[in-house]
């Protein structure tokens, strides 16, 4: 039985939710130091809805159409996470554009996940942009929001190569795989404390270090 204080984290989704059923996964271990207490999606059809609700989460629709603005959307999503007293603001595939004055509430406990390696590439159709400028790696990047789009302090990433005969579709789901991976992995390192914002920059705590280089394409000698 795990016995220490589990982190309590609100999961916000406009769609798919597989992001958010990685971090359904890695909640189902009692060991793992954080925990879903709700999940807020601004699309009542957000396929991630069935997932929550499958796995016995609550589940809240705010949908932006029902607000006069951005203000009045944004009041009432943080009516909902004050509510539950949550500790982290995952953002899975939420897409929204949320006011300055929210991002800087929730500053430093409020994360997104992004399928490219930021500050490259912000923004939609990520993969398309990613291909059509042919650079040899892509990737994903977990990060701490900030005001501006896709922007902020990064904690994890994951680089994945961009082959020769990549689609969007077969890029999107590389990627999407590691997606899977470092977003509990973000998570569980913020739940244990290991993470510390200094500046524009991450530092965590007994991080395993990485040497070395992938060369796309490889070297033939
Ligand atoms: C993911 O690829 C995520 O990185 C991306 O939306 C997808 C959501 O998929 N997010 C962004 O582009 C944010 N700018 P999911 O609903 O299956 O998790």
Redesign the pocket.
Known sequence: MATAKRLDIAVL?S??????QSLIDACADPHFPARIVCVISNKADAA?LQRAARAGTTTHVVSHKDFPDRVAFDAAIDEILRGYNVGLICL??F?RILTPEFVNRWRDRMI????SLLPAFKG?H?HERTIEAGVRFSG?TVHFVRPEM?DGPIIIQAAVPVLGDDTPETL?AR??EQ?HLIYPEAVRLIALSRVRVVGSKVIIRDAAPVTGAMINPGLVF
């Open positions: 989704i769609g798919r939710g597989s992001n958010l991630g899975a595939g897409m997104n996940i992004h399928p939609l990520t994903c896709d999107a990627v999407l997606e």
